[in-house]
């Protein structure tokens, strides 16, 4: 995982799973993350994430 998505993380307290990636990178945008972590989320495989250790598995391979 990148510097990008492990700081990415900080921004996900609180987060309702299952989340969509629009739901997502809309939380992510209300809560301050920056270009590159937005840029990371877009650019995620998945429409919808179950988990946040699913999406830790997928931030870790696909950032």
Same mark, same amino acid.
């Given at each position: *995982?990148?510097?990008?998505?492990?700081?990415?993380?900080?921004?996900?307290?609180? $987060?309702?799973?299952?989340?969509?990636?629009?739901? $997502?990178?809309?939380?992510?945008?209300?809560?301050?993350?920056?270009?590159?972590? $937005?840029?990371?989320?877009?650019?995620?495989? *998945?429409?919808?994430?179950?988990?946040?250790?699913? $999406?830790?598995?997928?931030?870790?391979?696909?950032?």
């Amino acid at each position: *995982m990148t510097d990008s998505g492990a700081a990415l993380q900080e921004y996900l307290a609180g $987060l309702d799973y299952p989340v969509s990636r629009e739901d $997502l990178i809309r939380w992510c945008q209300e809560n301050g993350a920056s270009t590159e972590q $937005l840029q990371a989320v877009r650019a995620l495989p *998945m429409e919808q994430i179950s988990s946040p250790d699913e $999406l830790t598995e997928v931030l870790r391979t696909f950032t």
